[in-house]
């Protein structure tokens, strides 16, 4: 399956047809190319060899119904997850996978532990984001946000991953708006600086988790390539590029990053006006602990008072392994299923 628009397709086709096939896809959101019923019958059929438009998933629903978890199946039989998140005020999030696996192996996060499989490409991110589109529109509602925090590093997949942005972002596409996207990255500085300089409205956020080089380096081996003062660098071009607030994510682990000298450290380190630090809850993975209630609050109380502008996650999913980090805890987790 291409799900990508291939301009060939239509090589022999009126210039017009390109907007009707852009429209069926993205608007119409029609599951097979007999609905597009704008189209020549020849071409319907041709396109459905091209280029089936049925998407295979495995799904699962979490006991308060505010997130569904999505297992993608790819034509070369591994599968990548995708999230639904339905907030409290009615707005919708998608949580979309940009590798299978991960290589970066950060301690905390159960995609790190498969390692990377393979880069998705731009029409297999698609698939997830048009799966849930899908879905939704029976609801006779459409998708609010999108975020790049399921599986694998956007960064380190950049053209695949910016190529579904444009797609999901433009008006013949989803029309998701630019600061209704969000790219997380574990600070691929290379990939930082590309972004700052495509002058687009994304949101960025970088996985920070400590405060200090040391602990960093045992929580997410990439700082050894990246460490904190580039990144920081790296953020700041961003920052004068595109004029944009960045948020920093900040894993509360108990009795590891949660001190109230690790909150004063972080509060010297981020003390600038546009950024944000966004706490984490952990969900387990079995290596940790989550900090505690108290802990929780101490750390925000001491962002706060140093003028840090800090807000806490409200985690979605849990009983499904569909909150961060727990992608693929499963045994289907991206292996192939036959
Ligand atoms: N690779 C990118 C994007 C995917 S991870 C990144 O690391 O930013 C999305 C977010 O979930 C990141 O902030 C990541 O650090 C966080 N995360 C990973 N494991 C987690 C866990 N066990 N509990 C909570 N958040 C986790
Ligand atoms: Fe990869 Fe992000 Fe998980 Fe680290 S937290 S292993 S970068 S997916």
Redesign the pocket.
Known sequence: MNWLFQANWLADEKPYRRQQVIEGVFKNLITDWGQATNLPLALRQYLELECSLEIDAITSISKDKTSEKALIKYADGLCAETVLMRHKTGRLTVCVSSQIG?????S?????KLGLQRNLTAGEILMQVLYWARLVKQEDDRLNNLVFMG???PLLNYDEVWSAIRWINSDEGLGIGARHISI???GIVPGIRRLAAENYQVNLAI?LHASNNRLRTKL?P?NKRYNIEQVLIAVDNYIVKTGRQVMFEYLLLSGINDSPNHARELAKLLNKSLYIVNLLPYNPTGVYRASKKEEQNEFRRILSEAGIKVTVRNSLGGDIDAAC?QLATQTTNSLPIR
Do not use: D, Q, R, V
């Not at 991960?102 to 950060?106: D, I, N, T």
């Not at 905390?108 to 790190?112: E, I, L, V």
């Open positions: 991960c290589p970066l192996g950060c905390f996060c159960a995609t790190g599986m694998g590093e997380s990255t574990a996985s997410m990439i980090g």
